[in-house]
């Protein structure tokens, strides 16, 4: 299951890599999209795969009863998440607004902001 | 629970909130500044309780460490979370001038103290994924702050910002994960332990390498800084200052922590790459602030160069050198933010930052320009400043070590920053400007110019201090290195326990 899982996350991580290789920066932005599920997958494993209960104590009981999954990780995982989501919808809207303002996606026609050019 | 570590996180995130409600009233700003006059007073409670007691910690909820959230205080994030109050307190004011109606009924005053509860945050907490909560909220203040108003090089600018410090974001995460995977803990003092016990060294240096690009990024160092010099002069002044202040003094402050609790086992690996990066650094920054023609890109620049110093402290891992590094640290915002307020001065009385648009400051604004001569003078390291003895200490320290090029280079690289001070110099406050303009203090509105000219003197007048008195900031400096360095009182603190 682990094997499966890490090239699962190979998988992700090289078409990421790929796809933020592009000069369009909304490809670049899916790119980042997929990478960063990659590292939710990559904490996901870090945190072991068992095959164990719910981590959920029994009514009067003090510790949870046989082998129970390891709650942590999902913890960070669901944080990340959210977190994730809340930049990805910001810098969704930046792109958007960026081509509705220079009117390109392409990241080499973005010079604005940068000296002008004097060795043309 | 001691709550004078929660106030500095609390005390902005409330006043986030109400200035937020007010935006679209005058009132906003003044909650805006109360607020971090707030700050300023539990930065300096907390300040005061930490040289009494050494190390405080507060356990969030009662959790006891390693298993909730811990929020601790040392010398050195004491002395970072008083610098914030300080230049939040001066951004604020200096905003009151610079910043237009329009971006302040866009929130720029929430926006602002969001970042400081990031910035507060990172320097306050005791646990790894935790930081990393706040390096988030920093970043989408910032992310905020940088693109506000939406003009079009702001847009340019901001998308390249905000790319490669997400990139940034995801592999601190990714190290994250495996260090959790092989320690099982992210409490920072306990992983100061736990590191010990892994039997796969190799893995962790693998990680120890993910932290480093990913806080190397934060702290724009060589070579992964292209995103600094895209962004930092595009959004309004006040912006520009505390980011150059504080920003990537996050990223430094989070590689001297991690490097010294945590990733201590591999320094002859380790410490030697941050060694050679950080000497790259300092050229290559200095080189490129030569290059740039525009006052405040030369500055951007700067910011690399300087940032190549202190981590130069911290790669010698001597007493000496993190003595430098804390030092500089501090010396630096001071410095760094002043130069950026004198700059938005510059443009409002001239009209422009390009070098080659304006002039005429010296002969009818003389006291914009003895100001802005402090801290550029300081920065480049000149006595009797607080620059001097930051970059002696850490030259000091690699002198000790026989490392007689890289001291040398930290020298040089002293000249070259006063080269491109003079450059501004030469072109900004020596000739007449060229549109025959005569751009006078004078011709700013009373109330506008004391809100610009109080913060830049306040900071000038800090660095003269340090500079002048440095006995006791460097000693206590010393003892934040002596903490650093052997973290007993830290992890006795956090976890409770005798290491």
Known sequence: MELLLAITIGIVVATSVYLMLDRNVLRFLFGLVLLSNAVNLVIFAAGRLTAGAPPLIADGAYAPDGQIANALPQALVLTAIVIGFGLLAFTLALVYRTYKSLGTVNSDEMRLAEPEDTHK | ?499
């Not at chain 2, 505390?242 to 003094?249: E, P, R, S, Y």
Request: hydrophobic share 55%; aromatic share 12%.
């Open chain 2, 1 to 499: 629970m001691s709550w004078l570590l929660v106030y500095p996180i609390i005390i902005p995130m409330m006043t986030a909130v109400a200035s937020y409600l007010f935006r679209r009233s005058p009132a906003g700003r003044w909650i805006s500044l109360a607020g971090t006059g707030a700050l300023l007073l539990a930065s300096g409670l907390l300040m005061a309780n930490v040289l009494q007691q050494g190390v405080i910690a507060a356990q969030m909820s009662n959790w006891d460490a390693p298993f909730g959230i811990t929020l601790v205080a040392d010398y050195l994030s004491a002395v970072m979370v008083v610098i914030t109050a300080i230049t939040g307190f001066a951004t604020v004011v200096y905003s009151l001038a610079e910043i237009p109606r329009r971006l302040e009924q866009l929130g720029f005053h929430a926006l602002l103290q969001v970042l400081l509860v990031g910035v507060c945050g990172a320097f306050l907490t005791g646990d790894l994924f935790n930081l990393y909560v706040w390096f988030e909220v920093m970043l989408i203040a910032s992310f905020g702050l940088l693109v506000l108003g939406g003009s079009r090089e702001q847009l340019d600018g901001g998308i390249k910002y905000v790319t490669l410090n997400l990139i940034s974001t995801i592999m601190f995460l990714t190290g994250i994960g495996l260090l959790y995977g092989i320690t099982g803990t992210l409490n920072m003092a306990d992983l100061h332990l736990a590191v010990r016990e892994v039997e796969n060294t190799g893995l962790l240096t693998t990680i120890a390498v993910m932290f480093m690009v990913a806080f190397g990024v934060k702290a724009a160092m060589f070579p992964l800084f292209f995103w600094l010099p895209a962004s930092y002069h595009t959004p309004p002044v006040a912006v520009s200052a505390i980011f150059a202040g504080l920003l990537t003094k996050v990223g430094v402050y989070a590689l001297i922590r991690a490097f010294t609790l945590i990733f201590d086992q591999d320094i002859g690996f380790t410490h030697t790459i941050l060694l050679w990066l950080s000497v790259i650094t300092m050229v290559t920054g200095v080189l490129g602030a030569a290059a740039m023609n525009d006052f405040r890109r030369i500055l951007s620049f700067h910011i690399i160069s300087q940032i190549g110093y202190m981590i130069l402290g911290l790669a010698l891992y001597t007493p000496l050198g993190l003595m430098g590094a804390v030092f500089y640290l501090v010396h630096h915002i001071i410095v760094k933010a002043n130069l950026f307020f004198v700059a938005g001065v510059a443009k409002r009385i001239a009209g422009s930052t390009e070098l080659s648009r304006i002039g005429g400051l010296y002969a009818h604004a003389p006291l914009l320009a003895f100001l802005f001569l402090i801290p550029a003078f300081s920065l480049a390291g000149f006595p009797p400043l607080s620059g001097f003895w930051a970059k002696f200490i850490v030259v000091k320290a690699a002198l000790d070590l026989d490392m007689w090029v890289v001291a040398g280079l930290g020298l040089a690289v002293g000249l070259l920053t006063i080269f491109s001070m003079t450059k501004i110099w030469g072109a900004a406050f020596w000739p007449d400007h060229p549109d025959g303009i005569k751009p006078r203090l004078s011709d700013i509105p009373v109330g506008h110019r004391l809100a610009l000219m109080l913060p830049i003197a306040t900071l000038a007048a800090m660095t003269c201090v340090i500079g002048i008195f440095p006995e006791p900031f460097v000693q206590f400096a010393e003892t934040a290195a002596g903490q650093l360095l052997n973290p007993s009182a830290y992890l006795e603190t956090v976890l409770g326990v005798q290491p």
